[in-house]
Every structure is written in C-alpha cells, then in structure tokens.
C-alpha cells in the first residue's frame, strides 16, 4: 500500500469536511453536534499526517510493520471518524458504539508504529 498517498487522500478529505462542517452544517447541527463533527476531521488530520509519516518510514522498518500500521490507521479513520461524522449529521446514537473500535485501531496502531520504530537510528 502507499501510505503517503493515503495519508495525503485522507488529509484532502478533511480540509474538504472541515470546510463543509464549518460553513454547511453550522448552520444545521446543534453546538454538540458540530463539535462532534469537528473531533472527527481534527483525528483524521492527525491520522493522515500519522500515515505520510509512515510512508516517509518506508525503507527504514520492515513493510510488514508499515503496512499493520497503515492498515490500524485507516480503520480506526474509517471507524472513529466514520462514526461520529455519521453520528453528528444523523443522530443515530447506534454508531456511537462503533467509534471505541477506531479509537482502539488508533492507540494499536501509535503503540505499533512506536514500538517498530525504536531500532531506527
């Protein structure tokens, strides 16, 4: 997989819903939901910044801990951030119980790349 081109993908997408969050749905969501909708483009940020970083370690540690992280990464976007994007626009408070797991797939993935990259000199 090309972790910088996912990374870059997913930051792309943020700026994408952090724009629409801030000019189409403030006028739309509750305080609360709008905040909830911002947590989730501010972790995808953060996790695609975390995946172009990855890509940068590509050649310096083995490409199966790349791709575990990557992958770790992209679920816990997909999940966490899925989730609470879902549950900001729809109020279907049942999503809510998915965000855990992405957020699990984040502090997996940080531990992973972490505990990979301390023989990199």
Wanted: hydrophobic share 55%.
């Amino acid at each position: 997989m090309r972790w910088i081109s996912v990374g870059a993908f997913l930051a792309g997408t943020a700026v994408i819903l952090g724009a629409f969050g801030a000019h189409a749905l403030a006028a739309v969501l509750s305080d609360k939901s709008l905040h909830t909708f911002q947590t989730a483009v501010l972790y995808q940020f953060f996790h695609a910044l975390g995946l172009l970083g990855l890509g940068l370690c590509s050649g310096k540690l083995p490409p199966k801990a790349i791709n575990t992280t990557g992958w770790l990464f992209l679920l816990g976007s997909l999940l966490f951030c899925g989730s609470l994007y879902l549950l900001a626009v729809t109020q279907w408070r049942w999503v809510g119980m998915i965000t855990p797991l992405g957020g699990l797939c984040f502090i997996v993935g940080w531990f992973h790349f972490g505990f990979q990259a301390r023989s990199v000199k």
